[in-house]
């Protein structure tokens, strides 16, 4: 029987690289070709920062991993603007679907909402023992 250890060097990276692909190909019966990507925008009011958002590109999927505004800049459209910039992204990068993670029923879910995003899935007890909202938008 294998030994198992917590790591905390790069070997498990290493050993995934190198079957990585066979891994997939075996899980998704073809082969799969995973280029995956962080994309990194920042919303600038002069030479300030106000907000950011925060896109990963995977397996032709989009996934919005954050989006902050600086609480004295909301309401004035820029969350919007980072997302449709993600958007433009995800596009050129031929993504067919946006998701992100958020608290449900709270404000991140209805402002997703407004900005064309639906409720995939409820994860109970998801993040911190409260309930996530796993929202999506077709881009194609």
Same mark, same amino acid.
């Given at each position: ?8 060097? $790069?070997?498990? +990276? ?7 692909r ?17 994309v990194?925008?920042?919303?600038? *009011?002069?030479?300030?920062?106000v907000?950011?958002?925060r ?20 309401r004035?459209?820029i969350?919007?603007?980072?997302l449709? *910039? ?14 992100i =993670?958020?608290l449900? =029923? =709270? ?5 997703f $909402?407004?900005? =064309?995003?639906?409720? *995939? ?5 998801? +993040? ?13």
């Amino acid at each position: 029987m294998a030994e198992i250890v917590r790591v905390a060097d $790069e070997r498990s +990276d290493a050993f995934y690289r190198e079957h990585a692909r066979a891994a997939l190909k075996t899980a998704w019966a073809f082969t799969v070709v995973w280029h995956e990507q962080v994309v990194d925008l920042l919303a600038l *009011e002069g030479e300030r920062t106000v907000g950011t958002a925060r896109l990963r590109i995977a397996a032709s999927l989009g996934h919005v991993e954050r989006i902050v505004v600086d609480p004295h800049f909301r309401r004035q459209g820029i969350g919007r603007a980072l997302l449709l *910039e993600l958007d433009d992204i995800a596009n050129y990068y031929n993504c067919h679907k946006m998701t992100i =993670g958020v608290l449900a =029923g =709270g404000e991140a879910e209805r402002f997703f $909402e407004a900005c =064309g995003y639906h409720r *995939e899935a409820l994860l109970p007890q998801h +993040d911190f023992k409260l309930d996530v909202a796993m929202l999506r938008k077709f881009l194609l």
